[in-house]
Nanobody
């Protein structure tokens, strides 16, 4: 699997952005795809994940109710819709993938910067 993220940018607090991640693989049915964020001076944290085959989603408490992860199986794309953005959402966002049975994510796309100003 190869991943390529896009869609970052600058937005004011309360605004919205949608990140996209293009996944190239013959099949993604055994994969879980996720979005991570690395804020300045902080460790990378997982924000949301989606199990490709059944679209089961999980969210970190910090983004629950504001962010939505989804996928388009035809286009092999994963999205992160981010609403009501806050300055603390600033960071580099990464999409990542792992097979369902794996304990950690081992495929990473390049990061995309999101900056939220107050």
């Amino acid at each position: 699997v190869q991943l390529q993220a896009s869609g970052g940018g600058s937005v004011q607090a309360g605004g919205s952005l949608r990140l996209s991640c293009a996944a190239s693989a013959r099949t993604l049915s055994l994969y879980v795809l996720a979005w991570f964020r690395q804020a300045p001076g902080k460790e990378r944290e997982i924000l949301a994940s989606i199990r490709w085959s059944v679209q089961t989603t999980k969210y970190a408490d910090s983004v629950k109710g504001r962010f939505t992860v989804s996928r388009d199986s035809t286009k092999k794309m994963v999205y992160l819709q981010m609403n009501n953005l806050k300055p603390e959402d600033t960071g580099v966002y990464y999409c990542a993938a792992k097979v369902l049975s794996a304990t950690s994510y081992d495929v990473w796309g390049q990061g995309t910067q999101v900056t939220v100003s107050s």
